[in-house]
């Protein structure tokens, strides 16, 4: 049975860094994403990692560029998402992706998902 797990989310002010992990069981993906979501508001892209080979590929939103960093390792089967100099726009509850194929920024083409974990940025 395929799980993911957030975790790493909370409180911080504007400016502070945060970690996300996530943690897959089950299988091992070709692509894991983080997407996020703010009241009201659709699911966004955030971040995708993929990798063939030894050669991984990334992609960010715009608004996170720069911000964040993903990763992934893959003995532990575990992504992470470094979030740096954050702001009070990318409070949200950061979700965990994973589907078979390449990295997309297409939340609908991602098979599982995790829970959430709850990301929010005081002024």
């Known amino acids: 049975q395929v799980q993911l797990a957030e975790s790493g989310g909370g409180l911080v002010q504007a400016g502070g860094s945060l970690r996300l992990s996530c943690a897959a069981s089950?299988?091992?993906?070709?692509?894991m994403g983080w997407f996020r979501q703010a009241p009201g508001k659709e699911r966004e892209f955030v971040a995708t990692?993929?990798?063939?080979?030894?050669?991984?590929?990334?992609d960010y939103a715009d608004s996170v560029k720069g911000r964040f960093t993903i990763s992934r390792d893959n003995a532990k089967n575990m992504v992470y998402l470094q979030m740096n100099s954050l702001k009070p726009e990318d409070t949200a509850v950061y979700y965990c992706?994973?589907?078979?194929?390449?990295?997309?920024?297409?939340?609908?083409?991602?098979?599982?998902w995790g829970q959430g974990t709850q990301v929010a940025v005081s002024s």
């Open positions: 990692i993929s990798w063939t080979m030894k050669t991984y590929y990334t």
């Open positions: 992706a994973a589907r078979s194929y390449g990295g997309s920024q297409n939340p609908k083409l991602y098979d599982y």
């Open positions: 089950g299988r091992t993906f070709y692509a």
